[in-house]
């Protein structure tokens, strides 16, 4: 199999040697798995069995991992085991091929971390099974899930700031205390403002905190802006993204959508993942 690689993910990847990292690699857990390539119908038979150690990815302190199995480089042959819900050493016992994910029924799921195995560097006249440290993979966008709704009649907007993903770290204990602030805008002239409570320790954080405005929406502007509560100082910007009059791609394209789709039913809020841009070191406020 010329340079084919048999991709098994779900925690993170690390494409530098052991030992030729100068900073401490983060512990991302390991996966046991086994091959077997079968000679008569040129079929390798890929097992998933069992993840351990793997790193809390959701607020409660655990994760629902699932795994992820597909031939590189084309990917066109992928599979995926059951989602193992709140546990950190998962038992799978599912056989074809592999990568693992921890499961997030609110938007994208995060890749924990990953195993290649380069399938021109091991005998396959053998079945394997073994063990395999986790590795990080490609870094996910700083982003955050908001739901939209809007109700015409009554001219009320409802934002709901559910969570925000992969925060700069801010702290020096390489964490932040992120809080979310929401700014009505028109003609850049600030009309309202709200703010989540403050997360402390996380750059992941999870709010479900729901604002909703009673103004009319003629060229009505949308600030999003991630702090890092600071008690002693003026609180650091994270990262911004706008919506509505004046925005453009995929802000300008959401907002369109939750025009076109007004009075949704409370459970139906337009979801929507928006990539936050980085903001200039000036740009802080008090709390």
């Known amino acids: 199999m010329k340079e084919d690689q048999l991709l098994l993910s779900g925690l993170e990847e690390l494409d530098g040697e052991d030992g030729k990292d100068d900073e ?5 857990g390991k996966l046991e798995y086994s091959l077997d390539y ?41 599979f995926e085991t059951k989602v193992q819900r709140k546990n950190l050493c998962p038992v799978f016992n599912e056989t074809f091929t592999f990568k693992v994910f921890d499961f ?14 380069a399938m021109n560097s091991i005998d ?22 908001i739901s939209l709704r809007y109700v015409p009649t009554a001219g009320k907007f409802t934002i709901n700031i559910m969570e925000a993903k992969n925060l700069k770290k801010m702290d020096v204990g390489g964490l932040s205390d992120p809080f979310v602030k929401v700014v009505l805008q028109h003609n850049g002239k ?27 929406f003629s060229q009505i502007q949308v600030l999003i802006t991630v702090y890092d509560y600071d008690k002693l100082g003026s609180n650091d910007a994270i990262g911004k993204c706008w919506m509505g ?13 939750m ?19 980085k903001v200039d070191v000036d740009q802080s406020v008090k709390l």
């Open 38 to 78: 079968n000679f008569t119908d040129n079929t390798l038979i890929v097992g998933i069995l069992q993840a351990q150690d793997l790193p809390a990815m959701d607020v409660g302190g655990s994760s629902d991992p699932y795994v992820k199995v597909y031939m590189l480089p084309d990917k066109k042959k992928k």
């Open 124 to 145: 396959l006249a053998q079945p394997i099974q073994e063990w395999k440290d986790l590795v990080g993979g490609e870094k996910e966008e700083v982003h955050i899930c």
């Open 24 to 28: 401490e690699k983060e512990a991302l």
């Open 245 to 257: 009059y004046g925005a453009s791609g995929i802000g300008i394209k959401h907002w369109s959508e």
């Open 190 to 216: 600030r009309l309202k403002k709200k703010k989540t409570s403050v997360k402390q320790n996380t750059l992941n954080p999870y709010f479900n905190e729901s604002f909703s405005f009673e103004i009319p």
């Open 259 to 277: 025009l076109a789709n007004p009075r949704r039913p409370a459970d139906q809020f337009l979801l929507v993942f928006l990539p936050l841009v």
């Open 104 to 117: 997030d029924r609110f938007g994208k799921h995060d890749v924990i971390g990953e195993i290649k195995i």
